[in-house]
């Protein structure tokens, strides 16, 4: 069965960075672009970025340019999210999702926290 | 970006009644629409795609209409299971947005 497994919370101080995990399994990785999806407590989801897992062509939203990198490891079918220079608007649970389009599979969520 | 805007913010219904739930683009999105529905704590589960195609296991109270710029989400009858968050998702340009969601709560 299709499975995305991400990596645990993270406490992170402000102006440091995060790397989280998204490791796929259950489907052919290289089939299907990833996208990061995040949501601030109480929040809706907010659309970060897209990678593609064939060629890794990437599209970021204009909020994060600069500020974010996703990356992918295809000999361990994983796909990685950086973001730097948090903020405590940062806070948030952030999650990777199989994406075709729509986007179908999600990973549990990772919750990420920015504080002093 | 294509702004999304969902309607109500929030559905107040009874168990077996019938729930409507609505999108509007802010530009024509073709049938490239979907919605979700997210329960506390849980990440988002996938309802529909192509504006009314029900994904993989998810049961035919659900379903979609629209095209263009105008989506809707109906529940022909309220299970308990189903009161949630629902959004909706835009994937037809980039960047990919969705709609601020709306909550379906127990009148």
Redesign the interface.
Known sequence: QVQLVQSGAEVKKPGASVKVSCKASGYIFNNYGI?W?RQAPGQ????M??ISTFNVNT????KFQGRVAMTTDTSTSTAYMQLTSLTSDDTAVY?CARDW?????????TLVTVSS | EIVMTQSPATLSVSPGERATLSCRAGQSVSSNLAWYQQKPGQAPRLLIYGASTRATGIPARFSGSGSGTEFALTISTLQPEDFADYYCHQYYDYPRTFGQGTKVEIK
């Not at chain 1, 599209?59 to 204009?62: F, G, R």
């Not at chain 1, 389009?101 to 969520?109: A, R």
């Open positions: 996208s999806v809706g989801l907010e659309w970025g897209w599209n970021y939203a204009q999650y389009g729509p986007v179908d599979f999600w990973g549990q969520g």
